[in-house]
T-cell receptor
Framework: AQRVTQPEKLLSVFKGAPVELKCNYS??????LFWYVQYSRQRLQLLLR??SRESIKGFTADLNKGETSFHLKKPFAQEEDSAMYYC??????????FGDGTTLTVKP | DTGVSQDPRHKITKRGQNVTFRCDPI?????LYWYRQTLGQGPEFLTY????????KSRLLSDRFSAERPKGSFSTLEIQRTEQGDSAMYLC?????????????FGPGTRLTVL
């Protein structure tokens, strides 16, 4: 069975500081990893996916198969980054398993 | 097309009553997913459809839950004999079956409160 763990429920940083949201997964197959974000009073939306190797809103995430991790990073946090972040693993069958989320607060 | 829509947005019901939720996916999307989310947790997979076929159903889903997607477009999720433990946000998402992508577009959710 697949599992996604986000060890931090809450993370608070000051504006301009680096931020890292941790995600660890367990899955016996070849995983597809995603980060979703939910801003206040908005619906859940995709932030980035590992297969695209993209940087969105300054965020990047690298899949480390050896450590089974997919941590989300941003070198300089902004106040508008304050949101709930979910790491998700998609199996070949199509369904996604989500972590329990990390609430990021960026203080001015 | 303004994205995935769900109806109703809020539902309050008494224990033992049946409830039905509707999800309208993005029109060209052939996959549709249902998730449940309780406070402090991430979305939990319930079931998903490809076109009108229900391809997988979570083992955690009791027999009181049933979902349909009769014409491969909108979907309904019915909960029979609701219990207080069914209180949650029910999320619907849709996607295209594309080999290397897989972004799911989420609806706003239906918040169910069982009294």
């Amino acid at each position: 069975a697949q599992r996604v763990t986000q060890p931090e429920k809450l993370l608070s940083v000051f504006k301009g500081a680096p931020v890292e949201l941790k995600c660890n997964y367990s899955y016996s197959g070849s995983p597809e990893l995603f980060w979703y974000v939910q801003y206040s009073r908005q619906r859940l939306q995709l932030l980035l996916r590992h297969i695209s190797r993209e940087s969105i809103k300054g965020f990047t995430a690298d899949l480390n198969k050896g450590e089974t991790s997919f941590h989300l990073k941003k070198p300089f946090a902004q106040e508008e980054d304050s949101a709930m972040y979910y790491c998700a693993l998609r199996t070949n069958a199509g369904k996604s398993t989500f972590g329990d989320g990390t609430t990021l607060t960026v203080k001015p | 097309d303004t994205g995935v829509s769900q109806d109703p947005r809020h539902k309050i019901t008494k224990r033992g009553q049946n409830v039905t939720f509707r999800c309208d996916p993005i029109s060209e999307h052939n996959r549709l997913y249902w998730y449940r989310q309780t406070l402090g947790q991430g979305p939990e997979f319930l079931t998903y459809f490809q076109n009108e076929a229900q391809l997988e159903k979570s083992r955690l889903l009791s027999d009181r839950f049933s979902a349909e997607r009769p014409k491969g477009s909108f979907s309904t999720l019915e909960i029979q004999r609701t219990e207080q433990g069914d209180s949650a946000m029910y999320l619907c998402a849709s996607s295209l079956v594309v080999a290397t992508l897989g972004e799911q577009f989420f609806g706003p959710g239906t918040r169910l409160t069982v009294l």
